[in-house]
């Protein structure tokens, strides 16, 4: 569930965040290591996929725990964590974009997580940041993603439409509530949510204000997934991420609404992920060489 999930970690908080509010809280432009944007990912196997993972506006690395068991073997989920949630809870968390991938870009080359092939997966704000991960990529002369699957979130060029991050506390639930995202308990959606509103508006922030620029398409292939009943990310919004890409571009059509990541279509997402990542074969000489 969106904002349900939970985890711990020793300082006994759920989502791994330390006690208390945002007090302690750092500058985004200050360097992190690059293992915080990564936590508990260890070095792979130089056969293995990794799969960098994006969260939704507000997401954790929760919303990716079980993706392992369906995906096999072969993938290696790799989930980001973003400053202002988590065990960096205490960082301020970024409101523009622009920054945000460039230093998603540094964590990824700093982690070794580019080398020899990988492939991106982005959900909602995710699959924006995502995207532009994949071009800071290809600026700074690295190859891009081998896949890059973009879900639930309208093209790039589109965005810009909404204030949702301008919303008091009140409206702002009401959003999250109207999208499915507090889950088929409300009361303990909203009492999760509210632990993440500021990240969430942050986030928002980010996406409302980002203006996409026009550059040469990617050369990876996309895959985009939309579902029936979201009304942020239509059918045809989706459709539209066909000009971010000069590859091959491939459409999934699911039933649910924004959140339908965390619904029964889950499954046949995460299907059509194993088997478009099965296909994909990292270069094991260039990690080995690593």
């Known amino acids: 569930m969106p904002f349900t999930d939970r985890t711990r970690s020793r300082s006994g908080s759920p989502d791994g965040g330390p006690p208390g509010g945002e007090s302690g809280a750092v500058s985004p432009m200050r360097p992190r290591p690059a293992a915080a944007w990564f936590p508990g990912t260890p070095a792979g196997p130089y056969d293995v996929l990794p799969l960098i993972s994006f969260p939704y ?6 919303a990716f725990h079980d993706w392992p068991q369906h995906l096999g073997e072969r993938v290696r989920v790799v989930p980001v964590l973003l400053p202002g949630r988590g065990l ?3 960082e301020e968390p970024y409101t523009v974009l622009e920054p945000l991938a460039r230093d998603v870009a540094r964590a990824l080359l700093d982690h070794g997580l580019t080398t ?3 492939a991106f ?3 909602s704000m995710g699959a924006l940041l995502a995207y532009e991960v994949a071009c800071e990529l290809r600026r700074r002369g690295e190859p891009e993603p081998l896949h890059l699957f973009v879900s639930g979130s309208r093209a790039p060029h589109l965005y810009g439409d909404r204030a949702d991050h301008a919303l008091d506390d009140d409206e702002l639930r009401a959003v999250v509530r109207d999208l499915g995202g507090l889950g088929p308990d409300e009361n303990v959606g909203r009492a999760y949510l509210d632990r993440r509103l500021p990240a969430l508006r942050a986030d928002l922030r980010a ?3 980002y203006r996409w ?3 040469t398409p990617l050369t990876t292939p996309v895959t985009a997934v939309s579902a029936t009943d979201d009304p942020v990310a239509t059918e045809v919004q989706v459709d539209a991420w066909k000009i971010t890409t000069a590859g091959p571009f491939a459409r999934l059509h699911l039933p649910g609404n924004h959140f339908f990541l965390n619904g029964p279509s889950r499954y046949r997402l995460l299907r059509e992920l194993r088997r478009t990542c099965d296909h994909l074969r990292p270069q094991t000489s260039q990690r080995n060489a690593s």
Not at 57 to 62: H, K, M, N
């Open 116 to 118: 020899g092939g990988y």
């Open 207 to 209: 996406c409302e204000l």
């Open 88 to 90: 960096r809870l205490r």
């Open 121 to 123: 997966f982005g959900h």
């Open 57 to 62: 506006a507000g997401g954790t690395p929760s």
């Open 213 to 215: 620029q026009p550059r």
